[in-house]
């Protein structure tokens, strides 16, 4: 027998063993043992061999839910492990011998030498309960297991009804799939299947869970006294449960039962015996937490999420949101994701360096790696963590708004994906970083790195405005940082002091809606309903003038891969938090590989590249570049680098994304809860957040320059 695979009778001694079974059921024997209130209702009458050949001849053994673990890139490094039932299957070999005997003599004193069906049990209990004595079912260990395997290979609650009801057509089914069990199975496949599906409470299912959550050990270590507890807890978890001052003297007097009964049948000389009724016994447990709200270290619970909402986007694990994540729970996946641990705790300590976890403006941090896709951090000044409604520590948001309606904000606690986004949570406007998508819509239209425009300090547009000041006669009309930034500019010196009236008419040049398609084509998500509305329509694309100001909401993991695709020679890969995914079994499921797409050709991924190292301090390979608005950049990183600074009006959002051949970091500085906050974002915060991460991850690695445009 094998899990899923049907149990099939061995035909040529199915007659003979029913034959034997029906002889002892056809009295009124087996139906008292087991149930005798209905012995003389039907129970004896559908003993005899006729009816048994009507019961079901196959038992579908489905594997029990097993616990998922998601580790770190490097393999080793366990960030969550997600559950319904906590659960990792073990074979036998890896559980002590004491864990065997005792099982044994908890349930089944007879189980090496039935063959699937106690008789003698049988005829015991029905003395038993004739006489008064304490209810004895007579189901052997092949029996219970029999019963488990029904339960889990149910697809609806009223077959798991069936499956564990007291009823006689149940007991009768038990005892048939029991001998075909034990036709296809050795007696250790039975008791490794067994002690892997067995509850033993506190959200403990199956030996390697229970050695686990009660004493913290592998089950290969279980003594005599830890087994005889575990095993006696089977038979009822919570009457049992020695965490609970009505269970604990229950499960002191069934464990030393139990080891009575291992020293009765010659499992354990009388010096173990004694010797394990003197051990104490565990009054709290060690159960690991599922999901991601108290993953190991809170530093990872971002990323987790991030993880956990790509897993219930993938269709690879079924066909709704319900079924995937009923898959990511229960099918004993092994999960390598994209974490850089190094690079996350560098992100993690340049953010608390900088701004605290109580503080109402967000530093938020993503790093890719250019070329994969591979998110390796995710990180803010904030835990991920659901804020405790009785004592809560989230203060009341700094939205007046909502403040007045009671609502408290999302620091330091939050579990909203404020770094990556959701249909929640569209973004943040990030300023001067949407330029990269104008110039690479320019050099796609065949303009040169060269184009020379004019940029007065004011410079009136083309594109309608409703909300324009006076003297702009109700069209859009930016303005340069200062005066100084009046000139004759090109797209090196243009990008790298940031210069607006540059990138405005620039844009006009090349159609606001072929911009907007570059945005697209490199992963801004447009998570706004209004934004998504105009990104869509291209007439009302081609009126969007301020969007090459970075007035679309987005995510630093947005920015972060969009200007990754440059570092990749334009070849835009869609974020992903995996590396690889294992089954149970050892297979490796495709999902999560890198899925990428030529965004753009190599030849203006290297251009805008070019253009893209004045502003960070570094220096371009065609052209010069006459100023940057982040200069100390490439000394502190140490390596080529390119990226651009972006701030809003007001300064309500400050940003800078910075990268090398390796890993591209965004950061934003922003009120998550407030968009009109009144703060003014710093520079001094989010940069160096920026390119300290960056250096960090950097160091001990080999200086790599761009491919020459």
Not at 327 to 343: E, F, H, M, N, R
Request: proline share 5%; aromatic share 8%; hydrophobic share 40%.
């Amino acid at each position: 027998m094998t899990a899923g695979k049907p149990l099939r009778e061995n035909r040529v001694i199915r007659s003979a063993v029913l034959l034997t079974l029906c002889g002892l059921l056809a009295g009124l024997v087996v139906a008292a043992a087991s149930f005798p209130a209905v012995a003389m209702s039907g129970l004896a009458a559908k003993a005899g061999s006729e009816e048994l050949e009507e019961l079901p001849t196959e038992l579908v053994a489905q594997s029990s839910p097993q616990v998922s673990r998601v580790y770190a890139a490097d393999g080793r490094t366990q960030i969550a492990v997600m559950y319904d039932e906590f659960r990792s299957d073990v074979p036998l070999d890896s559980v002590s011998q004491h864990m065997r005997d005792a099982i044994v003599a908890a349930e089944d004193h007879q189980f090496f030498e039935h063959n699937g069906v106690d008789l003698k049990g049988i005829a015991r209990a029905f003395v038993n309960n004739n006489q008064g004595g304490a209810r004895q079912g007579a189901s052997t260990l092949t029996m219970q297991y029999v019963r488990m395997a029904l339960a889990y290979s149910a697809t609806n609650p009223q077959e798991v009804v069936n499956a564990t009801k007291d009823t006689a057509s149940r007991k009768l089914a038990e005892m048939k799939y029991a001998i075909q069990v034990e036709k296809e199975l050795t007696k250790e496949q039975i008791l490794e299947r067994y002690l892997n599906m067995a509850p033993f409470g506190n959200g403990a299912y199956g030996i390697s869970a229970a050695s686990q959550v009660y004493f913290g050990k592998q089950p290969a270590e279980l003594t005599v006294a830890e087994s005889a507890l575990l095993a006696g807890m089977v038979k009822a978890p919570t009457a049992f449960d020695p965490t609970t001052d009505t269970g604990y003297p229950q499960a002191l007097d069934r464990r030393d039962y139990i080891i009575g009964n291992m020293l009765e049948i010659g499992q354990i000389t009388a010096a173990e015996a004694a010797t394990a009724k003197k051990a104490g016994i565990p009054r709290k447990t060690k159960r690991p937490t599922s999901g991601c709200v108290s993953v190991a270290k809170n530093q990872w619970g971002f990323f987790c999420d991030y993880f956990y909402r790509w897993w219930l986007g993938q269709s690879a694990f079924g066909s709704t949101a319900y079924e995937r994540d009923r898959q990511l729970k229960s099918g004993g996946y092994q999960i390598v994701t994209s974490l850089d641990v190094t690079a996350q705790a560098a992100a993690r300590k340049e953010i608390t360096e900088r701004q605290k976890d109580t503080d109402p403006n967000a530093l938020m941090l993503a790093a890719v790696e250019p070329g994969t896709g591979a998110v390796r951090a995710l990180a803010a000044n904030r835990k991920f963590k659901i804020d405790d409604a009785d004592d809560p520590q989230n203060p009341l948001s700094s939205n007046p708004e909502q403040a007045d309606e009671g609502i408290r904000g999302t620091y330091p606690n939050t579990t909203n994906p404020i770094i990556t986004g959701s249909a929640d949570v569209a973004g943040y406007q990030a300023g001067s970083v949407f330029k990269m998508f104008t110039m690479v819509a320019a050099l796609e239209s065949g303009l040169g790195l060269d184009t020379t425009i004019y940029s007065p300090q004011r410079y009136k547009s083309g594109y309608l405005d409703s909300a324009a000041p006076p003297g702009c006669g109700g069209y859009y009309c930016p303005s340069n940082a200062s005066a100084s930034e009046a000139g004759n500019f090109n797209m090196w010196t243009a990008f790298g002091r940031s210069v607006n009236t540059y990138f405005v008419p620039l844009q006009e040049r090349v159609g606001a809606e072929k911009v907007v398609d570059v945005a697209k084509r490199f992963g801004v998500q447009f998570r706004a309903s209004d934004d998504a509305t105009r990104a869509n329509d291209p007439e009302q694309a081609h009126e969007w003038g301020a969007f090459t100001l970075g007035v679309s909401a987005s995510t630093p993991l947005d920015i972060a891969n969009a200007y990754a695709t440059l570092a990749a020679d334009g070849k835009y890969c869609a974020p992903t938090p995996v590396e690889s995914i294992t089954t149970a079994d050892g297979t490796r499921v495709d999902a999560g590989r890198p899925d990428c797409v030529q965004a753009t050709t190599t030849g203006v991924a290297r251009k805008a590249l070019d253009a893209a190292r004045c502003p960070v301090g570094d220096r371009a390979q065609l052209g010069s570049c006459a100023g940057s608005t982040a200069p100390q950049v490439r000394g502190v990183v140490g390596h080529p680098v390119f990226g651009k600074t972006g701030t809003t009006d007001s300064d309500k959002t400050a940003a800078l994304v910075v990268g090398t051949r390796s890993l591209v970091v965004a950061g934003y500085l922003a009120n998550p809860d407030w968009a009109s906050h009144t703060d003014r974002m710093s520079h001094s915060i989010v940069n160096p957040a920026v390119y300290e991460t960056l250096a960090d991850y950097m160091r001990d690695r080999p200086v790599e320059d761009f491919p020459a445009p």
